[in-house]
């Protein structure tokens, strides 16, 4: 079952950028996609440079992590991260001068890159996928088989978030430029990018730099959630499936604010600490999408923006149907998209379950959420339903006539499954 949901986009939709670039803290989080084993390279009193790496992930990826503004460590604190889980930071009092260290980095034009000196690169730029994903870059491409197609997702078919249509609109040229130069240093045949079927403003624009670019596609996919998830994105783009990675068939795929940073790292050697986020929701005087830099308070960008319409809201870290809610205490960091601020719902009334199957039939991973929420806690069964596979889209939730929160049953059994298996 296709569903195609409110896309409540107009708040932030064709508005200009902000930034907001000069936070009095930064509280710089000790993580890399879900490795938070890092060893952190600074102690409280040090003074840190903008782009230096303050801590390394000493796990599988080996990623550096980085300081998001010059001035003097104060020491480590927990925040809250775009997960909802509390996180150590390392917090650095920035002292408004962007002092960068003196760094030897070679530059060359984008095509000019050996495979290994972009792999190098992205690894050491810390880029990590910004879609929501946060997983290192590097990784996907880093790899023997065969890539036949890049995808660039630009679909963003969650509700309210518009940082990756408005990044496409503003940076078209640049994207377009680093799309071609990723195929020729990973001897790709070709690439497209994905946007959602309607979007013709965005259409004029990226036809407008694509005419030279002979192996860049445009394609349009249907307006359907979750259209952006990679699995159903490369199904549609290439007619072919895959079991657990999209290489099998020799597609890679990455968002288009990943490609961005790709072409920042590429072109000025410029770490990932800074990026475009929908700040949006009813619960705003002014939503839009800002420049924010890593470890951000978010409700320091919320005052800059203008503030919230009432003082009784609901914070969600990402969008309305994948994101989580947080609280003021929430920072930024490279794989959040959105901050939503909605008015506080009421205890919403939950029902018993009507057996309607609804939540069954709109699972784009072919689960059984009800049959998971009723097992939950029989760990022993409930691996046999495989929630491992639940995307956490949230369509079950959303679906369910009886507004039971199914997902954070099925989140649970997948937590449940997951920690076993470790
Ligand atoms: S949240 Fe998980 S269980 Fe629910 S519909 Fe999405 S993939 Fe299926
Ligand atoms: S959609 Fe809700 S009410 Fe219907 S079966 Fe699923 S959990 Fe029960």
Redesign the pocket.
């Known amino acids: 079952m296709k569903v195609i949901l409110p896309s409540n986009k107009k708040l932030t939709k064709n508005l200009k950028t902000i930034s907001f670039t000069n936070p009095k803290n930064v509280y710089i989080p000790l993580v890399v996609y879900n490795d938070r084993d890092v060893t952190p390279l600074v102690k409280k009193g040090d003074y840190v440079t903008k782009n230096m790496v303050i801590g390394k992930t000493k796990g599988n990826f080996r990623m550096p992590i980085f300081a998001s503004v010059s001035g003097e460590v104060l020491g480590f604190e927990e925040k809250l991260y775009a997960d909802g889980t509390h996180i150590k930071c390392v917090v650095i009092e920035n002292d408004f001068k962007d002092a960068l260290s003196e760094e030897d980095i070679v530059l060359k034009k984008l095509n000019e890159y050996s495979k290994e000196e972009f792999i190098d690169r992205l690894k050491e730029s810390g880029i990590v996928g910004m879609g929501g994903s946060g997983f290192p870059s590097y990784i996907k491409y880093n790899c023997n088989d065969k890539i036949k197609t890049i995808i660039v997702n630009a679909v963003e078919c969650e509700p309210y978030i518009t940082a990756d249509y408005t990044l496409l609109m503003e940076e078209a040229e640049s994207i377009l430029e680093t799309v071609d130069a990723l195929i020729e240093i990973n001897q790709a045949e070709n690439a497209i990018i994905a946007i959602k079927k309607g979007e013709e403003k965005l259409k004029e624009v990226i036809n407008s730099f694509i005419g030279t670019y002979l192996n860049i596609k445009l394609v349009e996919v249907p307006n359907f959630y979750p259209m952006g998830w990679e699995k159903n994105l490369v199904k549609f783009i290439t007619k072919k499936k895959y079991k657990k990675l999209p290489l099998e068939i020799g597609v890679v795929v990455s968002n288009v604010s990943t490609i961005y940073s790709m072409y920042e790292a590429l072109k000025y050697g410029k770490p990932c600490v800074e990026r475009l986020i929908t700040f949006t929701g009813e619960g705003l005087n002014t939503p839009g999408n800002v420049y924010v830099r890593n470890g951000t308070l978010v409700k320091e960008v919320i005052e800059f923006i203008g503030g919230y319409t009432e003082s009784d809201k609901n914070l969600i870290a990402g969008g309305p149907m994948m994101g989580h809610t947080v609280d003021e205490d929430l920072i930024i960091s490279m794989d959040l998209n959105c901050v939503l601020v909605k008015d506080n719902e009421k205890n919403p009334k939950i029902n018993p379950?009507?057996?309607?199957?609804?939540?069954?039939d709109v699972c784009p991973a072919k689960l059984s959420?009800?049959m998971i929420?009723d097992n939950v806690k029989n760990i022993t069964f409930v691996r046999t339903l495989q929630p491992e596979k639940c995307i956490e889209c949230g369509l079950?939730s959303f679906?369910?006539?009886?507004k039971?929160p199914?997902r954070e049953f099925v989140k649970e059994a997948k937590h449940s499954v997951c920690e076993v298996k470790k």
């Open positions: 379950c009507l057996r309607c199957g609804k939540c069954e959420p009800v929420k079950c679906i369910c006539p009886a039971i199914v």
